[in-house]
């Protein structure tokens, strides 16, 4: 078994986040769900926990608060697109989980186009599309 990553997010309201999450398409892994938190699955070795504020704090020392809302980002959490349209995709999808659009769709270089959002908690979440050919040739 490779490598897994598991993206540990706090919130305030973990209904209106499984809202969310589930409109984005993520699958629910039931097994590591319960009244604390939530696992969504955006991959076979890629997760989403997303955890009571409180919870979340539990696992936290030195004084460290989880950080909700506006003003400070710790993180960009990014994924990829099989498509330029599953960009605009995702973005609608977040829209209608409860989401909002943090970065507008566009195109910063030939080959890659890029949106971001925010989930209901205000973490982001980058999506990105590159061409196969921008892929080959990063560089230009």
């Known amino acids: 078994m490779g490598q897994m990553i598991f993206v540990n997010l706090p919130t305030a309201d973990l209904a209106r986040a499984d809202k969310f999450y589930e409109a984005l398409g993520f699958t ?16 076979e070795n890629i997760f989403v926990m997303v955890l009571r504020q409180e919870f979340f704090s539990s696992f936290l020392v030195n004084g460290d608060q989880p950080a909700l809302g506006n003003g400070v980002r710790e993180t960009l959490n990014a994924i990829s697109a099989e498509t330029r349209e599953g960009v ?24 890659m186009y890029q ?15 590159m061409s ?3 892929m080959e040739n990063p560089a230009g």
């Open 88 to 111: 605009d995709d995702f973005v609608a999808r977040a829209e209608a989980g409860g989401g909002n659009v943090y970065r507008p769709a566009d195109e910063p270089f030939p080959g």
């Open 115 to 129: 949106a971001a959002v925010q989930d209901p908690d205000g973490h982001v979440w980058e999506i990105a599309w």
């Open 132 to 134: 196969p050919e921008a």
């Open 28 to 43: 629910k892994n039931s097994t590591f769900s319960d009244e604390n938190a939530t696992s969504w699955i955006i991959d």
